[in-house]
């Protein structure tokens, strides 16, 4: 028996121009559906799911995404990640993202809810080489607590590293613990109860599409905070706080936007959830 309890390996390869899938495999409560095609010239996108429903104590996940050279892939989630109670172990979720050169990525999941007394630790290793493009965001959310308490899980705890030929080039690492910390405090959440992250790696970042999305986040209607960060290789990362998960939802699609049309000349797909 696998100690895993769900396990995904996708390789995209780029055929004639075109980004097909080389090899799909997957056990356990992970799944993806079917690529969609929302136009003819564009390239896949796979839906994650998880057939559990939720993450349960213990319960633990490894994804395995390699892009070939000028592969290119949106990846996205179903719907949200509800992490459960985990009276006696946390959960883990392990993924590793493989670009080779020129290749491009959208990691674009719906929000992970944490409910009371969840525990969850994930791990993400992203291996990129010259030229390959990244656009990856998290958000996470406290979920429902009989109490009404805005932070009943007990820990969240987020470890990206970026390599960029395998030089470590970024390391981001989020742990919230409302057991031992006050959430409200300065440095932590500051009297909000979603963050949410949006990182970007390519070479076509420049001053004037940081002060675009600067702009851009600036018109956004609602009570949130957010601030922009240069990364030691050219690329940003935005953070952003907020009371709603729909509004920082709307703030990284927003960003969204503004990249594809700067680099791209379009628009991003729109990722319909049923």
């Given at each position: 028996?696998?100690?895993?309890?769900?396990?995904?390996?996708?390789?995209?390869?780029?055929?004639?121009?075109?980004?097909?899938?080389?090899?799909?495999?997957?056990?356990?409560a992970?799944?993806?559906?079917?690529?969609?095609?929302?136009?003819?010239?564009?390239?896949?996108?796979?839906?994650?799911?998880?057939p559990?429903?939720g993450?349960?104590?213990?319960?633990?996940?490894?994804?395995?995404?390699?892009?070939?050279?000028?592969?290119?892939?949106?990846?996205?989630?179903?719907?949200?990640?509800?992490?459960?109670?985990?009276?006696?172990?946390?959960?883990?979720?392990?993924?590793?993202?493989?670009?080779?050169?020129?290749?491009?990525?959208?990691?674009?999941?719906?929000?992970?809810?944490?409910?009371?007394?969840?525990?969850?630790?994930?791990?993400?290793?992203?291996?990129?080489?010259?030229?390959?493009?990244?656009?990856?965001?998290?958000?996470?959310?406290?979920?429902?607590?009989?109490?009404?308490?805005?932070?009943?899980?007990?820990?969240?705890?987020?470890?990206?590293?970026?390599?960029?030929?395998?030089?470590?080039?970024?390391?981001?690492?989020?742990?919230?613990?409302?057991?031992s910390?006050?959430?409200?405090?300065?440095?932590?959440?500051?009297?909000?109860?979603?963050?949410?992250?949006?990182?970007?790696?390519?070479?076509?970042?420049?001053?004037?599409?940081?002060d675009?999305?600067?702009?851009?986040?600036?018109?956004?209607?609602?009570?949130?905070?957010?601030?922009?960060?240069?990364?030691?290789?050219?690329?940003?990362?935005?953070?952003?706080?907020?009371?709603?998960?729909?509004?920082?939802?709307?703030?990284?699609?927003?960003?969204?936007?503004?990249?594809?049309?700067?680099?791209?000349?379009?628009?991003?797909?729109?990722?319909?959830?049923?």
């Amino acid at each position: 028996m696998s100690e895993w309890t769900g396990v995904l390996d996708l390789v995209m390869e780029n055929r004639q121009g075109r980004s097909v899938a080389k090899s799909v495999y997957f056990q356990g409560a992970f799944k993806v559906m079917r690529p969609v095609y929302f136009n003819k010239n564009s390239y896949p996108c796979y839906y994650l799911l998880n057939p559990g429903g939720g993450y349960l104590d213990g319960d633990r996940y490894r994804m395995k995404v390699t892009l070939g050279e000028q592969a290119k892939l949106t990846l996205t989630t179903q719907s949200a990640t509800k992490v459960y109670r985990t009276p006696t172990e946390q959960v883990y979720q392990e993924t590793v993202f493989h670009m080779g050169k020129d290749s491009y990525l959208e990691y674009l999941p719906d929000a992970l809810i944490a409910y009371k007394d969840a525990r969850c630790y994930q791990k993400n290793s992203i291996y990129m080489e010259k030229g390959a493009t990244l656009l990856y965001s998290e958000i996470l959310t406290p979920g429902w607590s009989p109490e009404g308490e805005k932070f009943s899980y007990d820990m969240l705890r987020l470890k990206t590293k970026i390599y960029m030929e395998n030089q470590l080039v970024a390391f981001d690492h989020i742990k919230l613990h409302p057991a031992s910390q006050n959430m409200n405090e300065l440095g932590f959440m500051e009297g909000y109860t979603h963050l949410g992250s949006f990182i970007v790696v390519g070479e076509k970042t420049s001053d004037e599409l940081l002060d675009r999305l600067y702009e851009r986040i600036q018109q956004e209607d609602g009570d949130f905070a957010f601030g922009i960060s240069r990364l030691a290789v050219p690329g940003f990362t935005i953070r952003i706080m907020a009371n709603f998960t729909q509004l920082i939802e709307r703030i990284i699609s927003a960003c969204h936007h503004v990249i594809s049309d700067e680099w791209h000349q379009t628009k991003p797909s729109f990722l319909r959830k049923y």
